[in-house]
């Protein structure tokens, strides 16, 4: 495919999400370590140094949350509490059984979902302040039954957590509030400081740094999944609004320098059309990220989009509603010109932590699930145990393992 003078492939683009992961892995580590061997001592350090501000404490205090609703406008707050309202609905009436029970009379099989003791959430700052991401985690986290949700954000230029923010925070539920961004944030939350209780999990969305950290600290804490610099990929026909689909690309372009936002049309007029409005609205913009191709159909675009597995997905096409079930790999998937990804990102109900890079071929997006493990549970009788004795008796034997034969031939002694 080609429009203007860039080759677009799934694998090039793969390979511009991909590498600068592999490069700030190593660029993260020493950050990591760091945290780890001195703790509040390098949050502090390190922050002056990447955020270039002192800050007036690491945890923030009750009273600072309190104070915050004074500062924030009442129809926000109103906002905040419609979005959580929708996130609320959605995750509670999609989340799994907790408990489940097979009664096969002789055998019993169960399986429950445990909620994860406590977790840590990412909300990035920086750039702009995400307070619908504290919503996105913080009520999913609610509803799982999480004990300890503890939020890490950059501070602002003063050292202090946007009063925004800790308004989200608080509506969504989470415990703890700390002013410190960036991978150093991960590693705390990853390993503790004297300041911050390290953490069984950690969740959400930031920048390459943040990213990588979470990759690497993986090895030891579970996270959600590598969800870093934004991308949608649309997929439009000449029936589609060009207005409308240059404005979800840029959408996207605004969340960071990094962000990628890939157009592929069957119209090579609503492609030109696409490219100038995008010039016209998008001057501050990393228009270089925006990649706009004309594809032969909807078929070739939509396996195109399978091999990139996008974060945002939308179909803006005729009859778009009939290719749903052809989506193989997205992080969410966003039908018809009046669903732009915006919508999601803030009231829509689903979850905008998102896997990013082509992960959405290996994780889901954030839900209630994402805060639970299950266990598995059997009790067999007598019967029950005599009916499967001699398969697993035989199957312990070939293995080697004569003292799990044994253990089932006592139990079966008359």
Same mark, same amino acid.
């Given at each position: 495919?080609?429009?203007?003078?860039?080759?677009?492939?799934?694998?090039?683009?793969?390979?511009?999400?991909?590498?600068?992961?592999?490069?700030?892995?190593?660029?993260?580590?020493?950050?990591?370590?760091?945290?780890?061997?001195?703790?509040?001592?390098?949050?502090?350090?390190?922050?002056?140094?990447?955020?270039?501000?002192?800050?007036?404490?690491?945890?923030?205090?009750?009273?600072?949350?309190?104070?915050?609703?004074?500062?924030?406008?009442?129809?926000?707050?109103?906002?905040?509490?419609? $979005?959580?309202?929708?996130?609320?609905?959605? &995750?509670?009436? %999609?989340?799994?059984?907790?408990?489940?029970?097979?009664?096969?009379?002789?055998?019993?099989?169960?399986?429950?979902?445990?909620?994860?003791?406590?977790?840590?959430?990412?909300?990035?700052?920086?750039?702009?302040?995400?307070?619908?991401?504290?919503?996105?985690?913080?009520?999913?986290?609610?509803?799982?039954?999480?004990?300890?949700?503890?939020?890490?954000?950059?501070?602002?230029? #003063?050292?202090?957590?946007?009063?925004? %923010?800790?308004?989200?925070?608080?509506?969504?539920?989470?415990?703890?509030?700390?002013?410190?961004?960036?991978?150093?944030?991960?590693?705390?939350?990853?390993?503790? !400081?004297?300041?911050?209780?390290?953490?069984?999990?950690?969740?959400?969305?930031? #920048?390459?740094?943040? !990213?990588? $950290?979470?990759?690497?600290?993986?090895?030891?804490?579970?996270?959600?999944?590598?969800?870093?610099?934004?991308?949608?990929?649309?997929?439009?026909?000449?029936?589609? #609004? $060009?207005?409308?689909?240059?404005?979800?690309?840029?959408?996207?372009?605004?969340?960071?320098?990094?962000?990628?936002?890939?157009?592929? !049309? %069957?119209?090579?007029?609503?492609?030109?059309?696409?490219?100038?409005?995008?010039?016209?609205?998008?001057?501050?913009?990393?228009?270089?990220?925006?990649?706009?191709?004309?594809? +032969?159909?909807?078929?070739?675009?939509?396996?195109?989009?399978?091999?990139?597995?996008?974060? &945002?997905?939308?179909?803006?096409?005729?009859?778009?509603?009939?290719?749903?079930?052809?989506?193989?790999?997205?992080?969410?998937?966003?039908?018809?010109?009046?669903?732009?990804?915006? $919508?999601?990102?803030?009231?829509?109900? %689903?979850?905008?932590?998102?896997?990013?890079?082509?992960?959405?071929?290996?994780?889901?997006?954030?839900?209630?699930?994402?805060?639970?493990?299950?266990?598995?549970?059997?009790?067999?009788?007598?019967?029950?145990?005599?009916?499967?004795?001699?398969?697993?008796?035989?199957?312990?034997?070939?293995?080697?393992?004569?003292?799990?034969?044994?253990?089932?031939?006592?139990?079966? +002694?008359?």
């Amino acid at each position: 495919m080609r429009w203007g003078f860039v080759m677009i492939t799934p694998k090039s683009l793969l390979t511009e999400r991909r590498k600068p992961l592999d490069e700030y892995i190593e660029k993260v580590r020493t950050i990591v370590e760091k945290v780890k061997n001195e703790g509040d001592k390098a949050l502090i350090e390190l922050t002056k140094k990447f955020d270039g501000v002192e800050l007036q404490y690491i945890k923030v205090p009750p009273e600072e949350i309190d104070a915050a609703y004074e500062e924030v406008d009442d129809e926000i707050i109103d906002a905040l509490e419609v $979005a959580k309202q929708n996130i609320e609905r959605f &995750h509670s009436i %999609t989340c799994v059984e907790r408990e489940t029970f097979i009664d096969f009379g002789d055998v019993v099989l169960g399986k429950r979902y445990i909620p994860f003791e406590s977790v840590g959430i990412y909300i990035p700052g920086g750039r702009a302040s995400y307070p619908s991401t504290a919503l996105m985690a913080g009520v999913p986290a609610s509803i799982a039954g999480v004990e300890r949700t503890a939020a890490c954000t950059p501070p602002d230029e #003063n050292g202090r957590v946007k009063p925004l %923010t800790l308004v989200a925070c608080d509506i969504a539920g989470i415990n703890e509030v700390y002013a410190v961004g960036g991978a150093q944030a991960i590693a705390a939350l990853a390993y503790g !400081t004297e300041s911050v209780k390290p953490v069984d999990k950690i969740v959400g969305p930031g #920048n390459v740094y943040v !990213t990588a $950290a979470k990759i690497l600290v993986s090895k030891d804490v579970p996270i959600d999944m590598p969800a870093g610099p934004s991308e949608v990929l649309i997929i439009a026909d000449e029936t589609a #609004n $060009a207005r409308f689909v240059a404005l979800d690309a840029l959408a996207q372009l605004e969340h960071d320098p990094m962000a990628i936002a890939v157009v592929l !049309t %069957t119209s090579e007029k609503l492609a030109k059309n696409v490219e100038s409005i995008a010039k016209e609205l998008g001057r501050n913009l990393n228009l270089e990220n925006l990649k706009i191709a004309v594809v +032969k159909n909807v078929e070739e675009a939509i396996e195109i989009s399978n091999r990139f597995a996008p974060e &945002h997905l939308e179909l803006i096409f005729d009859g778009a509603d009939n290719y749903l079930n052809r989506i193989k790999h997205a992080g969410s998937v966003f039908v018809g010109e009046y669903s732009p990804v915006a $919508a999601g990102d803030y009231a829509s109900g %689903t979850n905008h932590i998102l896997p990013t890079a082509g992960y959405a071929k290996r994780f889901s997006g954030l839900s209630v699930e994402t805060f639970l493990k299950h266990t598995t549970f059997q009790k067999l009788s007598k019967d029950g145990l005599r009916r499967i004795g001699q398969a697993v008796i035989k199957l312990a034997n070939a293995e080697g393992l004569p003292l799990h034969a044994k253990s089932i031939e006592e139990r079966l +002694k008359e």
